[in-house]
């Protein structure tokens, strides 16, 4: 493969890191809020011993569990491209 070729990969790949990465901080801000919100809810659920607190707590653990999987989806999303530059930049070296 042309250097020219895997040199443009490359900066593709390490610009959706990159991406990603901020993408990435704004879900873990995102699930740390849900969480807490959702343990909240849950003492609050206890506490109270009412349905209404019990629906608020679960729709805040789902909440937080939906939050949570998108992040660890995109963890492995940036797993796999640092395997592909990891590839690309091997490439290069060869």
Known sequence: MLI???E???RRTSQQISRLRA???LLEEQYAHFSDEAETARI???VSETPISERTHQRAARHAEVVGQERNQLMIRIGELEG???LLLDQ???
């Open 44 to 46: 609050h659920a206890l």
């Open 92 to 94: 290069m070296n060869s």
């Open 8 to 10: 443009r990969q490359l």
């Open 84 to 86: 592909t530059q990891d």
């Open 23 to 25: 993408e990435l901080l």
């Open 4 to 6: 020219s070729s895997v």
